[in-house]
């Protein structure tokens, strides 16, 4: 249980199932940012507070349990060393495939728990193999950022409000008078915020001025730092006039440059190779992959996936906007869930530097 209306209302409606329920409170992060950095504060212990609430509310006991160590590990620092190497990393997906989905199973079940459950909206379909599915309320469907699950933690996850829209869950809530019924979504960073990237990052990444350059290799203005900068970037480039607006067609950290276009056709490309590449029934179903979303609020598009040379390609019928490498790549057959995997190469790109 984080606070927030979803998983506390996972909790109640299991306790209402007849589950003998128990919330956990996971203390990933517990560092104090400035407000120069966060957009959004919310300190550990307001969010713990807010947990025993809900669950005195529901009428279930409560604990807390510290991951901090896998946590920055695992999620922080690979999100950090993502951007210092010039990808863009995902760091929601690490943190459901490391923590919540895996350091979190494991503590669970050597105490005691036969499953576990979580407020991601999102459904699942048992027949023998666990099938996962997109929420029922597509707007808030999060199917997207759980793709790496595996079939034993698949097996013994549950997530009840899949099957409900945000309204819905917000009205039951509220019915049943939970602390966190009004409470608004979170945002950011898995665990961290909501927060300004360029800040925390440079925490951690020191600054080192470089050339932004147009598609001609003229430079047209500096920058502090290549890795600052993502595909399809707008805003930050302090370049422009009347050739603009410019975006981010290409960055290279090693040399420290960035190069920048103004037709939005230089941004699209439609061949991308993968790597850690993984199936949501353990095996591969390359052949089931009907569409995927490049990012999560992109839409579905028309896909074919296979391996070449041992190498998985995604192929997509309609050019996509920014395809970046770190971005994770999802499968699906219509409502159900396949498979993904990371970008690592944009194979059909005309911009490199």
């Known amino acids: 249980m984080s606070g927030g209306v979803d998983s506390s209302v996972a909790a109640l409606l299991l306790k209402r199932y007849g589950y003998d329920v128990v919330g956990v409170y996971m203390k990933n992060w517990s560092e104090v ?44 620092e690979r999100f950090i060393n993502g ?7 995902n760091p929601d997906v690490e943190c459901n495939r490391v923590i919540k989905f ?8 050597k105490n005691g728990a036969d499953l576990i459950a979580t407020g991601h909206h999102v459904r699942k379909r048992s027949n023998g193999t666990a099938s996962l599915l997109r929420g029922l309320d597509t707007e808030k469907d999060q199917s997207y950022f759980l793709y790496t699950l595996t079939q034993d933690a698949l097996q013994r996850c549950l997530f009840p409000i899949g099957e409900f829209t945000k309204s819905e869950v917000r009205n039951i809530a509220s019915e049943a008078q939970l602390p966190s019924a009004s409470r ?54 302090r370049v422009g006039g009347a050739d603009g607006p410019f975006y981010v067609s290409h960055v290279d950290v090693e040399k420290n440059v960035v190069r920048v276009t103004n037709d939005e056709r230089d941004l699209l490309a439609s061949v991308v190779r993968l790597e850690r590449v993984t199936w949501v029934a353990g095996v591969q179903e390359a052949q089931r992959c009907r569409t995927a979303k490049p990012r999560y609020r992109s ?17 997509f019928t ?3 906007r920014a395809l970046s490498p770190g971005q994770s790549v999802v499968f699906y057959d219509g409502e159900e869930l396949i498979g993904g995997g990371i970008i690592e190469r944009v194979l059909d790109e005309k911009n490199a530097v």
């Open 184 to 237: 608004k979504d979170s945002q950011g960073i898995c665990f961290v915020g909501q927060v300004r990237l360029a800040r925390f990052l440079e925490q951690f990444i020191e600054k080192r001025k470089g050339s932004i350059t147009n598609m001609q290799g003229k430079v047209i203005g500096e920058h502090e730092g290549a890795w600052r900068y993502t595909i399809g970037q707008r805003h930050g480039l």
């Open 318 to 320: 309609e050019p996509q």
């Open 102 to 109: 895996g350091t979190f199973i494991e503590w669970a079940t």
């Open 299 to 315: 839409a579905d598009s028309p896909v074919a996936v296979q391996q070449e040379q041992g190498d998985w390609i995604a192929r």
């Open 33 to 76: 940012l400035s407000n120069e950095i966060m957009t959004d504060a919310c300190s550990w212990e307001e969010e713990y507070a807010l947990v025993q609430e809900n669950a005195k509310t529901i009428g279930i006991p409560c604990r807390s349990v510290n991951f901090e160590h896998a946590y920055r590990e695992h999620v922080i």
């Open 83 to 89: 951007y210092r190497t010039g990808v863009t990393p």
